[in-house]
């Protein structure tokens, strides 16, 4: 068993910067893929961004690429996301994931959630 806790949602302008966070605790995950996720009301949890524990791989989903940046910080067991130039789009309730597989970007292949923290962006 794997808990997740997000933390750091809240409202921003546009052209703002959030960071998040997830802590971890219970089983040992050295070996997981974490991951963030994100859904707006009436559609779809979507990928973006993953990074593999134990050696910091990354993969963005292309709506945040070169504007987010997922980290991770090993001896706190947890994971970041550095939100940059954030947009009105961006607004949504953001979910830290942990699954077996390496930089995975669909929600099935994940098997641990965190509670979700709300982002928003006014324009």
């Known amino acids: 068993q794997v808990l997740l806790v997000e933390s750091g949602g809240g409202l921003v302008q546009a052209g703002g910067s959030l960071r998040l966070s997830c802590a971890a605790s219970?089983?040992?995950?050295?070996?997981?893929?974490m991951g963030w996720f994100r859904q707006a009301p009436g559609k779809e949890r979507e990928f973006v961004a993953a990074?593999?524990?134990?050696?910091?791989?990354?993969l963005y989903a292309d709506s945040v690429k070169g504007r987010f940046t997922i980290s991770r910080d090993k001896d706190k067991n947890t994971v970041y996301l550095q939100m940059n130039t954030l947009k009105p789009e961006d607004t949504a309730v953001y979910y830290c994931?942990?699954?077996?597989?390496?930089?995975?970007?669909?929600?099935?292949?994940?098997?641990?959630w965190g509670q979700g923290t709300q982002v928003t962006v006014s324009s």
């Open positions: 219970g089983r040992t995950f050295w070996s997981y893929t």
């Open positions: 990074i593999s524990w134990n050696i910091g791989r990354t």
């Open positions: 994931a942990a699954g077996g597989r390496n930089l995975a970007t669909m929600t099935a292949q994940y098997d641990y």
